[in-house]
Each structure stands twice: as structure tokens, then as C-alpha cells.
């Protein structure tokens, strides 16, 4: 029975961890290259920028926002997962983020500002 108890913590615990602390996504496509190649397993830290419930669009807390040079995962107008190197903040509150690799990247060129509401984190490791 103490088995069965410490898998059940174990389960939850990973999963409470991935919902609000950190997350694991697969990078797609090209435009981070050479940064970040397609396929690689990024580290997401969805505390960087403040707390959010999941599945929910705004922060409850927000305590800081990307700056340039920081490489976000946050959803675009779209709703698609995207993967991005801030560049700055632009007018009205929202933020410019570009792929590295210009030439292969769908990115605020493209769709314009990106809100804080869409961040989901900061990439920490990969």
C-alpha cells in the first residue's frame, strides 16, 4: 500500500510541477537556428514572468516581463506555440519577438505585438 501512495504523490507532484512550474516542449522548425535546431527538448520556466492557472489566458501575479534577448515560448494570434527571441517592447504594452534565423521565421514581423497574457515562460535550458 505505501508503494501505491508514494506513485500516486509522485504523479501528482510531477504533475502540479509541469501545470505551473516548469514545462517540457519539442522545438519545431527552423527559425531559432543556430540557436535551438528543430527537435530539441527545450526547459520552460512558466514562474519567470509571474502566475497563471492553467488553461487560463492572464496572470494572476505578474511580476516581470521578457526582456530583450530572452527566448519565450508564448502562443501567437493564432494560437500556435511559438518559440521566440524577445527584441523589445513595443508601443501599447506589447512585446516585437523574432525567430534568430530571419529568412524561416513566422514571427512579430509577420503577426505584430504579442501580449504578456499569451507568455507561457521563459526557455531555461535545452
Known sequence: MNVIKAVILAISTAFILKLFVFDFIIA????MEPAIKDGTVLIVNRLSYGIRLPFVKEFIINWA????????VFYTPDGELAVKRCVMLTEFGGLHFEGDNGNASYDSRSYGPV????IVGKVIGH
Open 115 to 118: 501580449y504578456v497574457s499569451s
Open 28 to 31: 519545431q522548425g527552423h527559425s
Open 65 to 72: 516581463i521578457p526582456k530583450p534577448g530572452e527566448v519565450v
